[in-house]
């Protein structure tokens, strides 16, 4: 990822764009991007989502638009100074302790909700 994130300062660099990369913006920037996913999404039923990677076009589509929330994820880590991979591994760590297997397998209740189930 380290390799991946001075990519992108570099490519930031190059055309002066440092100065637009704050927090908000790039936090702005990956939001956006999302919603140009869900927008691919929109109105598919579950079995047109499940085969969408079937059709070259909506491939293609899908792919460039998660480059581009990935893209954004990282240079908004990268500048803020974050970890990626540190704080996914303490966040599944804290899902372990939320998501207990005998309490979670098989339905999709918040943790908040698991004794309920």
């Not at 598919?44 to 969408?52: A, G, Q, V």
């Not at 803020?80 to 207990?100: F, M, Q």
């Not at 339905?107 to 908040?112: D, G, L, R, S």
Request: charged share 30%.
């Amino acid at each position: 990822m380290r390799e991946l994130q001075e990519m992108l300062t570099q490519f930031a660099e190059e055309r002066d764009w440092e100065k637009f990369h704050t927090p908000k913006n790039l936090a702005m920037a990956l939001a956006g991007e999302a919603g140009e996913l869900l927008e691919i999404f929109q109105w598919l039923d579950p079995d047109e989502s499940c085969s969408i990677m079937r059709s070259p076009e909506r491939a293609k589509a899908v792919e460039q638009e998660l480059a581009d929330i990935f893209s954004y994820l990282l240079r908004l880590a990268d500048v803020l100074g974050i970890d990626l991979a540190g704080a996914l591994r303490d966040k599944v760590e804290i899902n372990r302790t939320r998501y207990p297997v005998e309490l979670s397998r098989g339905h999709a209740q918040k943790y908040t909700r698991l004794t309920e189930a």
